[in-house]
């Protein structure tokens, strides 16, 4: 017999699982850093930065005011326990992690030896001399290394030559991050960063799709095989195989959960709280929400960023930030950090439908520790939103 897992309880299993259902520490330091990045896996890296750069917010969201130089000395060393590759997308992993993904190095590596056209098959020159020029000066960003390719063919992607080389060794394995520089990754042999057990660890395709399942699994609690295939952008046929293995092994068990249409899957392992007490300003690439079909199935909640929807058209804001409240997610928030001001700036603030203003009251401390934490002195609030009158009253309470 098949159990029934209610979709509130799925809701809690789910947040409970990102680190949720603890209280946040009186203080935060390495352990707490580290002890976060094991739960969730990973952290997505993207470069707006409008607010704050994404990997890190769900630091943040869990753990409340930390250092961001205390994270990013764990996760950008250039020997340290966390490296950069393509895991749900460009992310930063534990080290262990980065032998697990050898199957998708390949698949890139062939991929290209494939396709006559790739640029691999008429710059295999340009490749050779980077491995060599790596290999003689040690770790290096793109901006550093000295070619006369080495120039922009355009605005924003126009990568030069040098950086679509260093890109596409990257995607083999060949090259690994060396840890960042304002953001700019540097890059380097492998053997230069990573331990030699790392380097010399070789899983199978098979063993080592189950292992990131078995991860994706205990990030979401509870899930079906389309949201654990997403973690780690997994095939399906590859996902169904090591979910049906990881069930004979007792490890997930089948649950069905009302209102869903596939096949749920339990860690056997998860938290089952009775309640979620918490409150959280959320990445748009956190593991809450960066799935958005999974975002819509937990918590009925519809979302899009809108970084690239002409300003006009837009109906929430540029950068909207998901807003978790306890168990439900009850608006969004568009924030924007002036740092020359020294003002966090509420672009737009929306609560959800079903949603009343007066959750105002719990997000108006969010939004004051979001300011705090970046150093910000004050705070306004722009007229646009449902939420946005509301919350600044009660930010003018204070």
């Known amino acids: 017999m098949v159990d029934t897992v209610s979709a509130a309880s799925a809701r809690r299993i789910a947040l409970a699982a990102q680190g949720f259902a603890r209280p946040r520490p009186a203080t935060v330091g390495t352990r707490q850093l580290n002890a976060l990045i094991e739960r969730v896996g990973l952290l997505q890296l993207d ?19 930390y250092d961001k130089a205390s994270l990013d000395a764990l996760t950008f060393a250039r020997r340290g ?18 032998p697990l993904l050898r199957w998708r190095m ?40 000295e070619h006369d390719a080495n120039k922009r063919s355009g605005p924003w992607w126009g990568w030069s030559d040098v950086k679509i080389g260093l ?64 973690y780690f952008r997994m095939g399906r046929a590859d996902t169904l195989a090591a979910v049906h293995a990881l069930a004979e092994e007792g490890v997930l068990l089948p649950v069905t959960v009302p209102g869903w249409k596939q096949q749920a899957w339990l860690h056997r392992d998860a938290q089952k709280p009775r309640r ?48 978790l409240i306890d168990d439900s997610v ?21 609560h959800e439908a079903g949603v009343g203003p007066e959750i105002a009251e719990r997000v108006a401390p969010l939004v004051r520790s979001a300011a705090a934490w970046q150093g910000l002195d004050d705070i306004t609030v722009n007229d646009w939103g449902t939420l946005a009158a509301p919350l600044a009253a009660e930010l003018a309470r204070a």
Do not use: C
Request: charged share 25%; glycine share 6%; aromatic share 12%.
């Open 106 to 145: 390949e698949a890139y590596r062939q991929k290209h030896a494939g396709d006559l056209g790739a640029w691999a098959h008429g710059n295999r020159s340009m490749i050779d001399w980077l491995k060599a020029e790596l290999a003689e000066k040690g770790p290096m960003p793109a901006s550093a290394i």
């Open 167 to 230: 890109e596409v060794l990257f995607r083999w394995g060949e090259l690994v991050s060396a840890g960042r520089t304002r953001f700019e990754r540097s890059y380097a042999l492998p053997e230069q960063v990573l331990p030699d057990a790392v380097i010399h660890s070789h899983v199978s395709r098979d063993d080592a799709q189950r292992e990131l399942v078995r991860h994706a699994a205990e990030a979401h609690g509870i899930g079906t095989a389309g949201d654990f295939a997403d």
């Open 276 to 323: 979620i007490e918490t409150g959280a300003l959320l990445s748009p690439f956190d593991p809450v929400v960066w799935d958005r079909k999974r975002a819509e199935r937990l918590f009925d909640f519809h979302y899009r960023i809108e970084i690239y929807t002409p300003a006009p058209k837009r109906v929430f804001g540029y950068y909207s930030l998901p807003i």
């Open 81 to 98: 326990r966390y490296v950069e590759y393509w895991a749900h997308e460009a992310a930063v992993i534990p080290v262990e992690t980065w």
């Open 47 to 65: 470069s707006v930065n409008v607010f704050e750069r994404s990997h890190y917010l769900p630091v943040f969201a869990r753990l409340g005011h």
């Open 330 to 350: 009850v608006g969004r928030i568009d924030l924007k950090n002036d740092r020359k001001a020294g003002v966090l700036r509420v672009q737009s603030a929306w």
